[in-house]
């Protein structure tokens, strides 16, 4: 089993749909977790932090279950431009981080 | 200020080459990762550093990878005798933390061995 696992997708959503993707862990000590945004052959880039109490960042939330041990994102009103590869990032210490595969996002006018 | 920059940006090497991908982090960040990631998977963490002491090196996938950052600024990593698996792009962050802090990523290094 992976240490961090999302499903793939492809998501292929309607613009202005709501969309969410899970992402499970497997390490019970992680500490720290992130959605990182990586466009086609581009550099993964910080989308969010998720925070125990879960967090929102416009029409971004984050959530965070450490009793199930997964991370969401919810993404309202999709853009056009939120067509990406989301990653699930985890890290358990300092320099310990674990990469998720990505789900592949893809928003259809 | 200026981003994370690599190069170079494309490398094509013969199996058997040796190969150093370079890696300048935004000035002043301290923690430096490498990542090798393949078409369709996340970045896989290769090794980390701390200024200039390499902290933990538990991702680099045989001996014949090698990475340096002897002044803990640019950093380089070495391949030597390239294979074919060695195929993929190599990322580099940095961090002004350690792995639980935002890591701003390079371009990355796109590596085909032929």
């Known amino acids: 089993r992976k240490e961090v696992e999302q499903d793939p997708g492809p998501f292929n959503v309607p613009e202005g749909a709501t969309v969410a993707f899970n992402c499970t862990y497997s390490n019970s000590a992680s500490q720290s977790f992130f959605w990182y945004r990586q466009d086609c052959r581009k550099e993964p880039k910080l989308l969010m932090s998720v925070y125990s109490s879960g967090n929102e960042d416009g029409r971004f939330t984050a959530q965070l279950n450490r009793a199930s041990q997964y991370i969401s994102l919810l993404i309202r009103d999709s853009k056009l431009s939120d067509s990406a590869t989301y990653l699930c990032v985890v890290s358990s210490s300092a320099s310990k981080i674990i990469f998720g595969s990505g789900t592949r996002l893809s928003i259809r006018p | 200020g200026a981003g994370v920059s690599q190069s170079p940006r494309y490398k094509v090497a013969k199996r058997g080459q040796d190969v150093a991908l370079r890696c300048d982090p935004i000035?002043?960040?301290?923690?430096l990762f490498w990542y090798q990631q393949a078409l369709g998977q996340g970045p896989e963490f290769l090794t980390y550093f701390q200024n200039e002491a390499q902290l933990d090196k538990s991702g680099l996938p045989s001996d014949r990878f090698f990475a340096e950052r002897p002044e803990g600024s640019v950093s380089t990593l070495k391949i030597q005798r390239t294979q074919q698996e060695d195929s993929a792009v190599y990322l580099c962050?940095?961090?002004?933390?350690?792995?639980?802090?935002?890591?701003?990523f390079g371009p990355g290094t796109r590596l085909t061995v032929t």
């Open positions: 962050a940095s961090s002004q933390g350690d792995a639980g802090n935002e890591q701003y």
């Open positions: 000035s002043g960040h301290v923690s």
